[in-house]
């Protein structure tokens, strides 16, 4: 746990010990299905999807069930998809929500927030998908302590079509750590990645777990 492969690289620790740093699905093939993908013929764009067939009734029914309603004149021609992480909510019972803008680009700077010790809570996401499906989108967070990892999680969000409206993805229910050793400062490391391994989300930020929940 402790070894140097188990520390960010973009990370140093200092002498206090702290530490700088809903959906559609679609059937997409994987890294399991190499021989399937060679009978797949070359790729068609969502643009040329929805406007095949379009006069026939079934067949555009069944396409909507496949990939959403999605109107064809709004879809590029690009068919590589623009997935955009618009914002993280922290919710737990009996408080309001913190609601936490992402900005393109930029880790959040100083501490992003805090967390009450031994509180029940879950994250919240909104999530834009444009031009093309994404496949196998996947969550992953790790967190460090004093320069030490404590907790590595993934969580496989699945396939979306592109939208107009952002998607709302929520994650499993966690709850914080209690005590002494468990307050005080943590940084994390959070990704949005595809199958095809695209990153899409990258960012590195500090929280808090305290006694209690902050006052901002």
């Known amino acids: ?17 702290k530490v700088s740093r809903h959906h559609s699905q679609s059937s997409c093939p994987t890294e ?35 990939i959403g309603s999605v109107d064809a004149n ?12 618009l914002s993280l909510a922290i919710v737990s ?34 999530i834009k998908v444009s031009n093309d499906i994404v496949c196998g989108l996947k969550y992953t ?18 396939t979306f079509s592109p939208q107009a409206d952002p998607y709302t993805q929520e994650m499993p229910e966690e709850t914080t750590p209690a005590g002494i050793f468990a307050r005080g400062q943590y940084t994390a490391r959070s990704k949005f990645v595809d199958d095809d391994n695209k990153c899409y989300l990258d960012i590195n930020y500090t929280f808090d777990i305290q006694k209690d929940w902050s006052k901002h």
């Open 93 to 126: 019972p009996g408080r309001p929500d913190i609601l936490l803008p992402i900005l393109e680009g930029e880790n959040p700077k100083g501490l992003w927030f805090t967390l009450k010790e031994g509180s029940n809570y879950h994250l919240k996401f909104n």
């Open 32 to 66: 399991d299905d190499e021989d399937l993908s060679l009978h797949l013929g070359p790729k068609v764009s969502l643009k040329e999807h929805l406007e095949k067939d379009k006069d026939d009734e079934s067949l555009r029914r069944w396409k909507e069930q496949l």
């Open 141 to 158: 967070n790790t967190v460090w302590k004093t320069g030490i990892k404590v907790d590595s999680s993934k969580e496989m969000l699945g």
């Open 74 to 85: 709004v879809v590029e021609e690009n068919q590589e998809p623009d997935v955009k992480i």
């Open 1 to 17: 746990m402790g070894s140097d492969s188990d520390r960010d690289p973009d990370i140093e620790s200092d002498s206090e010990g």
